[in-house]
Nanobody, 122 residues
Framework: QVQLVESGGGLVQAGGSLRLSCAAS????????MGWFRQAPGKEREFVAA???????TYADSVKGRFTISRDNAKNTVYLQMNSLKPEDTAVYYC????????????????WGQGTQVTVSS
């Protein structure tokens, strides 16, 4: 059983930064792609960023140039560095483990964390 635990959310002013972390259990973390998603109140969950087992990355257009996903396989952790935050980035952020090695933007995730709240005030 894989467990994913997010941390690092909070309240920040527009223009500020936060770094989210997602710690994964299990010995095979490095073999899988990882992703970040978010869900704002009343909206569908949406893709934010993903990283492959080898470090390749992809981003949603709405966060490109502002957010950076990275991973530390020695620590079984994936990060989301969020800069130049906007009120529209307010959401619960979830990390997820991909079903394979590559980065995915859709439904190819099989384990999810419980989420961490990010609130950006204007």
């Amino acid at each position: 059983q894989v467990q994913l635990v997010e941390s690092g959310g909070g309240l920040v002013q527009a223009g500020g930064s936060l770094r989210l972390s997602c710690a994964a259990s299990g010995r095979t973390f490095s073999n899988y792609g990882m992703g970040w998603f978010r869900q704002a109140p009343g909206k569908e969950r949406e893709f934010v960023a993903a990283i492959s087992w080898s470090g390749g990355t992809t981003y949603a257009d709405s966060v490109k140039g502002r957010f950076t996903i990275s991973r530390d396989n020695a620590k079984n952790t994936v990060y989301l560095q969020m800069n130049s935050l906007k009120p529209e980035d307010t959401a619960v952020y979830y990390c997820a483990r991909g079903s394979g090695r590559y980065y995915y933007t859709g439904s190819e995730y099989d384990y999810w964390g419980q989420g961490t709240q990010v609130t950006v005030s204007s």
